[in-house]
Structures are given as structure tokens and as C-alpha cells.
């Protein structure tokens, strides 16, 4: 089951960054509390989930990229499975350090994807994010983190949806 979740567009950097960030203050927590207290509930009680981390995921582009990985390092008790697709990591610098510490609760499967043409540091950044996971030496769980890189990928929805069949059945089948 994919549920999808539209964002607050204006209110967008607020909404999907924690603390303060580049851009302000960021109040993403309400975010994922809504998910995690409400609408995770509401849709394992009215379909026929498997509501463990296993087989719960959250994914998103840009700063929908971003604010998965945090949902994954904040609670990995309930998103075991990560699509992250050209996150805006360079808004918050502070993850770096948040994955380093990261102990996963429960086996965990990360799915990041970037385009080498969607800026110089998208695919650094990823590399540099997936070698800060892996410099925590995984203190928990096993972490298998699985990287896409896409030498004429850009920055837009067109190159995500190509990707999006690929992280699926490899997060999930």
C-alpha cells in the first residue's frame, strides 16, 4: 500500500527541516508526529498492513528526502525503510553528525538516490551521508544502504518517477 502526502507549499522548508537550518527554524517533528500518532494508525487499523518497521517506509524528493531521513534516524522503530531521492542535505548540515550517532532499532534498508547534474554537491553529499552512517558502524542493527547515482540526472520529478519502480522492489522485494 503507497499512501501519498501532499505538503504545505509555501510552508514547505519549515515543514519537512528540524531546529534551526539554513533557512530558519525548522518544525518538521509535527510532521512526523502527524504520521507516526495519526495517519500510520488510522491506516493499519483500516487495511491489512504489516505495520512493523520491516515493512513500513517513508521516501520523498528534495526536502521530502531530507525529512525521510530523519523520520528513519528519529524513529526507526516504526520506518525501517527509506527512498530518499535528491535530498537537500546541504540545508541541514547538522545530519552529518545526527547518522554518525545513529543506532538502528531494527534491520533497515536505505534507498538514496542523486543526479550528477543537479548540482556539484548533490552526489557528494549523498556519499558523504552514506559514509557517516557507515562510520557509526552500525552500533544497532544492520543498515544495507543502497546508492543511485545518475550521470544526467536533474533536480526534477521526471527523474525521480524513472527511479521510483527501482527503490521500490529493492527497499521492499
Known amino acids: 500500500m503507497l499512501i501519498s502526502i501532499d505538503h504545505a507549499h509555501d510552508e514547505r522548508i519549515r515543514e519537512f527541516t528540524f531546529e534551526r ?3 530558519g527554524t525548522g518544525r518538521g517533528q509535527y510532521y512526523l508526529d502527524f504520521i507516526r500518532h495519526t495517519l500510520k494508525p488510522l491506516v493499519d487499523q483500516r487495511f491489512r498492513t504489516l505495520p512493523d518497521a520491516v515493512n513500513t517506509g ?6 521530502g528526502g531530507l525529512i ?3 523520520a528513519g534516524l528519529l524513529h526507526p522503530e ?8 535528491s ?4 540545508i541541514s548540515p547538522k545530519i552529518y553528525f545526527d547518522a554518525i550517532r545513529f543506532q538502528a532499532a531494527v534491520p533497515m534498508k536505505i534507498y538514496a538516490y542523486g543526479g550528477e547534474k543537479e548540482s556539484r554537491y548533490m552526489v557528494p553529499n549523498i556519499q558523504r551521508f552514506n559514509e557517516a552512517l557507515a562510520r557509526q558502524q552500525y552500533g544497532g542493527n544492520p543498515i544495507d544502504m543502497h546508492l543511485s547515482i545518475d550521470p ?6 521526471a527523474h525521480w518517477g524513472r527511479e521510483f519502480p527501482k527503490a521500490v522492489e529493492w527497499l521492499f522485494y
Not at 544526467?152 to 520529478?157: D, R, Y
Open 21 to 23: 537550518t539554513r533557512a
Open 58 to 63: 517513508i521516501g520523498g524528493s528534495s526536502l
Open 68 to 70: 525521510s531521513i530523519y
Open 78 to 85: 516504526v520506518f525501517g525503510r527509506l527512498m530518499v531521492f
Open 87 to 90: 535530498p537537500s542535505l546541504w
Open 152 to 157: 544526467t540526472g536533474i533536480h526534477q520529478e
